[in-house]
């Protein structure tokens, strides 16, 4: 049994992180009172059904009073409204986090609102499936998974440890960096790769119907797993790239370049430089599986069909 590490603590949204982060604090029992707050009536009516909470309200300053922790599992978009409305709430010695795919964003947008008496320690966990809403999330999500917690130049050393403590006691593996660097390795292993499988799914859907319908049909590896990335939540990655637009930017400019040298090799019939990037970018995966962050069975990692969702890692 894990040891308590908060009193009341509040998770602001109950989508596959929230809801996943209620289940593992309430099932590991590291808070004494497990709070999800949602503005969404039917979101709530859901999280009450559910069970995982042991209270549930779409009034999210109500929710904040008294809280030790606040994790605002929202679009990054809607991170200044959450701020607005809880940063007023927080007690003295209280934390403010969120679990955002974008981090220097999030800080410009949250830190304003948070008052001196309390600390903004930003956070985001490298975890996730292309499911949403309060049913997508289960404890293990964050089992061996990265977390990277992003804290404010200056910020609290003992929240920071108090929060990193928290991802910790959920499975997760800690790393501390700054928000610039966050959003530049995230735009290259996150933000541009579903950049790319919106593209591609796209050209799909407008190619000729005939075409269109034996590509869905005849789907290999390839194409299936550029159509998962896909579907994930379109709110979400709007805001991802509206709000990380440098760092995208960049690292598409990059992108475009080696792109470019690949069509040169493939129009002069270089097979040497194919063989090459090939050969380098195969240890890439080979290296991603020696870490741990993915299996090297034959589904490549995908749930055995109709096994349950809460029983992945």
């Not at 080696?258 to 990037?277: K, N, P, S, V, W």
């Amino acid at each position: 049994m894990s040891a308590v590490l908060f009193d009341r603590l509040v998770v602001i949204g109950a989508g596959l992180i929230g809801s996943s982060i209620a289940r593992a604090v309430r099932e590991k029992e590291l808070a004494t009172t497990v709070v999800v707050a949602d503005r969404d009536a039917a979101v709530c009516a859901r999280v009450r059904e559910l069970g995982f909470a042991h209270e549930v309200t779409e009034d999210l300053a109500a929710a904040a009073t008294g809280a030790d922790l606040v994790i605002a599992c929202v679009p990054v978009g809607a991170s200044r409204a959450v701020a607005e409305q809880v940063g007023p709430c927080l007690k003295p010695g209280a934390i403010l986090s969120d679990v955002g795919s974008v981090k220097g964003a999030v800080v410009e947008a949250m830190a304003p609102f948070v008052p001196a008496h309390a600390h903004l320690v930003p956070a985001h966990p490298v975890a996730g499936t292309e499911f949403s809403g309060p049913d997508a999330g289960f404890a293990s999500l964050f089992e061996n998974r990265w977390c990277i917690v992003t804290p404010p130049e200056g910020a609290d050393e003992q929240a920071v440890d108090r929060l990193s403590g928290l991802w910790r006691a959920m499975g997760a593996n800690v790393e501390l960096m700054s928000a610039h660097h966050h959003d530049l390795v995230l735009a290259i292993t996150s933000h541009v790769p579903h950049l790319i499988a919106y593209n591609i799914v796209g050209t799909a859907a407008e190619l000729e119907e005939t075409l269109a319908s034996e590509v869905i049909k005849f789907s290999a590896g390839g194409f299936r797993d550029f159509t998962r990335i896909a579907s994930s939540d379109p709110t979400m990655w709007r805001d991802v790239f509206l709000y990380n637009r440098d760092a995208v930017l960049e690292m598409l400019g990059r992108f475009t370049e080696d792109l470019t040298a690949l069509q040169r090799a493939i129009r002069y019939g270089d097979g040497d430089a194919l063989f090459d990037h090939f050969t380098r970018t195969r240890a890439i995966r080979r290296s991603i599986i020696e870490l741990g962050q993915e299996t090297a069975a034959p589904d490549f990692g995908r749930r055995a069909a109709g096994k349950p969702r809460h029983e992945q890692s």
